[in-house]
């Protein structure tokens, strides 16, 4: 009986301790459980919170992103276009106006007025009078005002004009004129004289 008694004992107390111990486990899991609520609880608040500045961050941050891409862009177009201008100078003549006068002694006055709109200045070498160079024809019989070579500056007009002695041409022969530059470049002007 005693051993019964021993045996019955030892039962109840490991029946107590496993008692004891679950009640130790379930007082932990409810403490935090409540831990684990309360954290939670703060998250889904600081979750709210943080939620709508993400909602901000992508946008502002493609904002500067497209602004600084802006920047370098601008920046390197005037920095490139600083480089060709340097290395892309031109000239370019316009011809603003061109007629021809026959004078009361037979004679016939061409005037044509040209102007550099380029970013060179530009030189007329020569001019070439229906294929011919103007020399050809004599300075009894043809001459130019001011003399060849002439430049222009960037931005400048100047006015040309070609004295025709009248024995020469004829009223109502068409003078094919091209002015050539120094740069290689031929300025055609066709006049009928009157």
Sequence with gaps: MVCELIILGSICFIFSKIRILKLIEVLHNSFI???LRKKLKVKKVASRIFRNKRALSPVIATVVLVAVTIVVAVAVSYWMGGIA????????IEIVKSYAVKESNGNFTVVIELKNSGSADATIQYVLVNGRPLEDYGTE????SPLLPATIPIGKSE???IFIDGDLFSSGTTLDLK??????KDYPVMLTLP
């Design 33 to 35: 459980n409540n831990r």
């Design 85 to 92: 201008g340097l290395y892309t100078r031109f000239e370019k």
């Design 141 to 144: 019989n043809m001459t130019i």
């Design 159 to 161: 006015t040309f004009t």
């Design 179 to 184: 002015f050539h530059s120094a740069a290689g």
